[in-house]
């Protein structure tokens, strides 16, 4: 039998009892389409989450941060993490002059023309960078500002909307923070955290001064709470991870005499908590999709075996007039990959449909939310509905192909 007579009879077969076909369909359609539109949501949630964290998280950063000494070293004389930690790890060979940045930051008041808790944050040039901030209006802090320790500062959006009444233009606007005045030159882009969320830790209720400045007034001993050590060097992320934390660790400790009252952090450590947790979530999804694909195969599967009872005399005059076993398994094989594969079709481009559908409306509810279609969901999806296809209709083709000719003419 040619192709184009196969592909008639699986029409056939559809038109014969087209509820039966829908329903027979409905799992694989699921189940493909499941595949795309969760593969395009988790895609575009990392990336919404990434662009809403409120801290540093990428994958090539060590983090170093206070934390209390062991027991046995409490008593032991210690130093506070601070500036000169962040020098000597920039000078350090053995780092190769990775990029060292400090957090250091208070919470305090605002105030002009009300007052407004806030946490004022030292910080220079690279934070924009290392936290993801963009600017909406004005300009983020250079480096003239670090070195002459000017009084200006870049305030969050939240802080832009309280103190500065959404002004449009900040020419001359200016806070008062711990009673001096500091002169606005640059409003962060609104960066909520994904769900919401309360507190000053939020970059909508910071305000960023040189940290030069920052130090002069509110930290003449120069401490920090944090540091961070952007990697560099080629290779495999974890063993450049695992190596940096070593020479990290054991330069601060001889600075430390010895007090390990600090704790380094890299990827292997929960800073990328979110990667992990949506890795998780991605492989439970995606099971999800799959065990829809085996419900729909145990309808193909259903669906050939009645095919082939109601084809059985059809099958017994093939046989008699001369068609092998082989052509008859060829000929339900195809059928049951192709029904399987016109499903998987239907749900993949239901799922880009709804994605798009969905993208949207997140887009509105939650801000910025990307439309990602990923091009391994789409052969995914495909791929396992024609291998589903062909896996559940084995059986059923294998048994038309064994069925007897006499006794198949013999049915009624």
Not at 117 to 142: C, H, I, N, Q, S
Not at 163 to 169: A, D, G, P, Y
Not at 186 to 214: A, E, S, Y
Not at 344 to 364: Q, Y
Request: charged fraction near 25%; include cysteine; charge should be positive.
């Amino acid at each position: 039998m040619k192709t184009l007579d196969q592909l008639k009879q699986v029409r056939h077969t559809f038109a014969s009892n087209k509820a039966r076909a829908a329903l027979t369909l409905l799992g694989i359609v699921i189940g493909a389409g499941s595949i795309v539109l969760l593969a395009g949501l988790l895609r575009a949630g990392e990336e919404a989450l990434l662009s809403t964290s409120q801290r540093a998280n990428e994958a090539d950063l060590i983090q170093v941060r206070s934390d209390e000494p062991p027991a046995k070293q409490l008593l032991k004389t210690r130093r506070k993490l601070n500036q000169g930690d962040a020098e000597l790890l920039g000078d350090t060979p053995l780092l190769g002059g990775a990029p060292v940045a400090t957090e250091a930051q208070k919470d305090t008041f605002a105030t002009r023309p009300v007052r407004k808790r806030v946490r004022l944050v030292g910080a220079r040039p690279v934070a924009k960078e290392l936290y993801r901030l963009e600017v909406a209006k004005g300009r983020f802090l250079t480096d003239e500002d670090i070195a002459d320790r000017k009084h200006v500062c870049v305030v969050g959006h939240e802080v832009w909307r309280v103190l500065l009444e959404e002004r449009e233009s900040i020419d001359g606007a200016v806070i008062v923070l711990e009673g001096q005045a500091w002169d606005v030159v640059g409003v962060l882009k609104d960066k909520p955290i994904l769900g919401g969320g309360d507190g000053v830790w939020m970059w909508n209720r910071k305000v960023l001064i040189p940290q030069t400045t920052f130090d002069a007034h509110f930290a003449p001993a120069h401490d920090v709470q944090r540091l961070y050590v952007r990697l560099g060097g080629t290779g495999p992320l974890k063993d450049r991870i695992r190596a940096v934390e070593g020479v990290v660790k054991g330069t601060l400790l001889r600075r430390h005499y010895g007090v390990e009252n600090f704790k380094v952090e890299g990827e292997e450590s929960g800073v990328n908590q979110e990667r992990l947790v949506l890795t998780i979530i991605k492989m439970l999804l995606l099971g999800t999709g799959l065990l829809s694909l085996f419900v729909g195969g145990i309808n193909i599967m259903n669906i050939m075996l009645v095919t082939v009872t109601e084809r059985t005399r059809e099958i017994g005059v093939r046989r008699a007039i001369g068609a092998p076993p082989g052509a008859i398994l060829t000929q339900f094989l195809l059928e049951a990959a192709f029904i399987s594969l016109v499903g998987g079709v239907i749900g993949v481009l239901g799922g880009i449909g709804t994605l798009a559908f969905l993208s949207w409306l997140l887009t509105k509810l939650l801000g910025a939310w990307a439309f990602h279609v990923e091009a391994w969901s789409v052969a995914l999806g495909l791929g396992l509905s024609l291998a589903t296809g062909v896996v559940f209709g084995w059986l059923p083709a294998r048994r038309a192909a064994r069925l007897d000719p006499v006794e198949a003419l013999r049915y009624e």
